[in-house]
């Protein structure tokens, strides 16, 4: 009689529940005590499928043929069609199982969840075999109010139920809270609790006959989950959309089964139940506003494909403003003042019930197949009179400018959006146990060279952002490092990269601005070079210098950056007023020197006069000169020093004789004695560097390389080499000292300045210099080698100081450069000789005059005669 009593109080007659009793006791061999569990909850369960089943479906014949067939094939796959109740057109699915058991999915063998579905929120269901079924993302219609629930089976448990039907559940079997997998399945059966208050026939209006609500044939179970008849929502509410299919309003609801199941572990989140949310509640803003992951069923029906089944909410404003009086239902539900659709289609839906705090909730990202999902749902607000639901695109807009705003970070790759799609998909692999394949995902991000590609072209192959002066478009970090979890996402803050009033230029960018690098992978330096992603000059030069990284995670090395030379202590380089003798300086010329008609004394040349053209090129043949000299052996002519002071750093007892040192061209610059303006054009390599450039990872394996990103024309100023100024001795000391303490900093950046040895007799330690970029440098500390026909010619620059034992090392172009290409000098290094400063490494120039090539000596000779004609 109880029993009858219970089933009385959801609205169920006794005609409905006598054959259904009977067969559960015949099934449970008349153990009352599991038929009583949860107020009969097992029984309300059966006889709800046992309505259902009555109804034929022919959809459902089709389909169960179907399954049938797959289920040969694969007991993994389990049709969409096989889980589904049908809608409220009447017409019930009944599986395989659940006629074996005379029972349409019974819950004594395949018991099912219901769990509330997040009210207004797009709930969804999850089949745990959702990949390898047909991605068809769900995106249940997103109405206030509505409140679904569905039952959900996922095939992979059903498989395992068949295995274990006669294994009448241990149902208080408690499970991780922290998987989604199907493990050793528990089953509820009878041991869910059944929420009396929760099942009313008047809110439940997929109860009778007509069915509406969602079911699979198998269960998954998920701590936290409720189950309440309460939540079965009628499925007309929520369609499927498969992903590759746009969403179209006229879709018939009445085609559209949808199963949903929002899945909700207990611990990690309030429960929900009483607010009618389901889901992950990942936060709770003073219970007014929850972010919720729901997991949610993504699979097609394949035996009616052509279903096409659509419904992709589009949250907005929409959804929370009073709908017109026509588009509540009658009867119950306009009662429950439940907005629904005015398409005629929906006339034949039934809603389900929803508090009377209804809360709404806005969807905001999903994982690629509409499995997982994040949406934000209002509770408490609701009732205010200025509430309003923000749409997704006002809501992410204003989340961009809010990062924008606070961390000021740039990456043209990032968005909001996708941050948070990415949290789904990392929360499919952890909830998946798929660990390992979210190490491997990648943050897919947009190589910084097809955003200069696709803006080549437009001003001279130059990116308008570039044209225009800023180069904060291209500053592209390129993060392709594995996300290791979702903890270990960080949003990084890069208060000092954007100087203030750089703002606006970001927002205006074509992409989102953040950068999101792994947390826990980031060394200290790599976190400083992050700090200097958009100007690795940290703003020492005119203009930024950013960097790019296409081919790997790596962060570029974290030096100083220094604009000028500096001395490091005991080398010699006078730069006082004083020694600049009036005899070297033209104080009498006032404008620009190289306009005069006859050249002054800052002339680099008697014979050729200014080194510059008055557009600021070197000039033509004076850069062919300095070239010839360089590559050409006939011309190239080598002094040797009786006692070398190279030879002397080593501070071996045996000296090793000299090797030789190149003599060279200088370029003369006017300078603070001079009479001219500060414009003039015999002024260049003071200037410092104009041109943009890129530090960027070299895929040929040569590590970091500088690159333009612009055309250059011949003879045009790169930038000079800067570095600490060491005497020889020093930088061997240094060069010692790292390989004792097996510092092995990667490289070692020493340029000597050698070009005016051969003139002296004997040049002291102390005169005897080099520039090394280890530690302080300047962006050419990035510069790669080539043999021989490298597009950059390194040329001696006097400045402030005449004398010739120091001088600025400045690179010059000695051709056009392209936009993107590489800029490289010869080293000069000699691969055969391992006792160089510069450490010998396996040169991978790709030039066809390469030195380190393994080739045979006449081949090489033929090849530089094609070069030199
Ligand atoms: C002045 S640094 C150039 C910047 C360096 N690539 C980096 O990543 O910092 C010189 C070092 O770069 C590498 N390198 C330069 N040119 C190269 C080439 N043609 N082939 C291979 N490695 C090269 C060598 O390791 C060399 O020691």
């Known amino acids: 009689m109880n029993a009858f009593r219970a089933m009385k109080a959801l609205g169920i007659n006794e005609k409905q529940v006598k054959p259904v009793l009977k067969k559960m006791l015949k099934l449970y061999e008349k153990n009352w005590e599991l038929i009583e569990e949860e107020n009969y909850r097992a029984l309300a369960d059966a006889i709800f499928d046992e309505e259902e089943s009555k109804v034929p479906d022919k959809n459902d014949n089709a389909t169960e043929g179907t399954f049938e ?10 049709q969409p069609l096989k889980r589904l109740r049908r809608g409220q057109d009447g017409q019930g699915s009944s599986s395989p199982n659940n006629s074996d058991l005379g029972l349409t999915g019974s819950p004594l063998k395949k018991p099912k969840v219901e769990v509330k579905a997040l009210p207004g929120a797009k709930s969804q269901q999850q089949s745990l075999d959702m990949r390898n079924s047909q991605p068809s993302p769900i995106s249940p219609q997103n109405l206030m109010g509505n409140m679904s629930s569905q039952t959900i089976s996922p095939s992979r448990l059903a498989v395992q139920e068949h295995s274990h039907q006669h294994d009448l559940p241990d149902m208080s079997g408690a499970l991780p809270t922290d998987s989604f997998l199907p493990r050793k399945q528990p089953s509820y059966k009878g041991k869910e609790p059944l929420l009396p208050e929760a099942a ?7 109860l009778k006959g007509s069915s509406q609500a969602v079911r699979f044939k198998d269960l998954i179970v998920q701590p936290g989950i409720v189950l309440s008849p309460k939540q079965k929502v009628p499925d007309t509410c929520s369609l499927i959309k498969p992903k590759d299919e746009p969403f179209t309003g006229d879709v018939p609801f009445n085609d559209v089964p949808q199963p949903i199941a929002i899945i909700r572990p207990g611990k990690l989140i309030q429960p929900l139940e009483n607010q009618g949310i389901g889901g992950y509640c990942l936060q709770n803003v003073k219970t007014a506003i929850n972010v919720s992951l729901i997991v949610s069923s993504t699979f097609k029906d394949s035996a009616s494909k052509d279903h096409s089944i659509i419904q992709r909410v589009s949250p907005g404003k929409q959804h929370l403003q009073e709908p017109p009086s026509s588009q509540f239902l009658a009867g119950e539900d306009r009662e429950e003042n439940i907005p629904v659709s005015s398409s005629p289609t929906r006339d034949s839906c039934k809603l389900a019930t929803i508090p009377e705090e209804a809360p709404a909730s806005l969807e905001i990202a999903t994982s690629a197949l509409g499995e997982v999902k994040i949406s934000l749902s209002c509770n408490s607000m609701l009732g205010r009179p200025n509430f309003h639901m923000p749409s997704q695109d006002e809501l992410l807009q204003s989340m961009q400018e809010k990062c924008l705003r606070s961390y000021k970070i740039l990456d043209p790759n990032f968005s909001v959006m996708q941050m948070l799609k990415d949290m789904c998909e990392c929360f499919l692999d952890l909830a998946t146990d798929s660990s390992h394949e979210s190490q491997e995902r990648i943050l897919n991000v947009t190589p910084a060279l097809d955003l200069l590609k696709k803006s080549a072209g437009e001003k001279n192959h130059v990116p308008a952002y570039i044209a225009n002066g800023s180069v904060d478009g291209v500053a592209a970090l390129q993060i392709s490092r594995p996300l290791q979890s979702l903890n270990g996402l960080e949003v990084v803050k890069l208060s000092e990269a954007i100087g203030s009033g750089k703002e606006n230029e970001f927002r205006d960018a074509e992409f989102g601005s953040l950068i999101v690098v792994p947390q826990c992978q980031l060394t200290p330096d790599e976190f400083r070079s992050l700090h200097y992603h958009t100007d690795i000059t940290k703003g020492e030069e005119m203009f930024e210098i950013p960097w790019s990284n296409e081919v790997n995670s790596k962060f570029p090395p974290y030096f100083n950056y220094i604009p000028r030379n500096l001395i490091f202590q005991n080398a010699y380089a006078n730069f006082t007023l004083s020694q600049i003798r009036a005899e070297n300086c033209c104080s009498a010329c006032i404008g620009n020197c190289l306009s005069s008609s006859t050249p002054c004394v800052c002339s680099s040349d008697a014979e050729h006069g200014f080194a510059y053209t008055l557009e600021g090129f070197v000039k033509e043949d004076f850069l062919e000169d300095c070239i010839s000299l360089t590559r050409d052996s006939q011309r190239q002519c080598l002094s040797y020093c009786r006692d070398c002071p190279l030879e002397r750093s080593k501070n071996d007892e ?8 190149m003599k060279r061209k200088y370029i003369k610059e006017c300078w603070s004695k001079c009479g001219c303006h500060k414009q003039c054009g015999n002024r260049v390599v003071q200037r410092g560097i104009r041109c943009k450039l890129q530090v ?3 895929p040929e394996g040569k590590g970091w390389g500088l690159r333009t990103l612009e055309m250059l024309a011949k003879g045009t100023f790169v930038c000079e080499y800067v570095g600490e100024i060491l005497t020889n001795k020093e930088f061997y000391e240094r060069k010692m000292q790292r390989t004792s303490s097996n510092k092995t900093e990667k490289h070692a950046y020493p340029v000597i300045l050698d070009a005016d040895w051969c003139l ?5 330690d102390e005169e005897a210099l080099c520039l090394d970029a280890t530690f302080y440098g300047n962006v050419a500390r990035f510069i790669n080698h080539r043999c021989l026909d490298a597009n ?8 402030e100081t005449p004398d010739h034992h120091y001088y600025h090392l400045a690179f010059f172009t000695t051709r056009e450069v392209n936009a993107l290409e590489e800029l490289t000098w010869d080293y000069g290094i000699d691969f055969d000789d391992t006792d160089q400063p510069v450490e010998v490494f396996q040169c991978r120039c790709g030039s066809k005059f390469c030195r380190n090539m393994k080739r045979s000596n006449s081949k090489l000779i033929l090849t530089l005669y094609e070069a030199w004609g």
């Open 696 to 698: 960027f990872f070299t």
């Open 654 to 661: 045996m000296l090793e004789p000299c090797k030789g040192h």
């Open 69 to 78: 067939e797959e289920t040969l094939i694969s007991s993994e796959l389990e």
């Open 200 to 206: 009313p026939q008047d809110k439940r209006p997929n």
């Open 792 to 799: 950059m010619i390194e040329i001696p620059v006097k400045i």
């Open 760 to 764: 002296k007799g004997f040049v002291k």
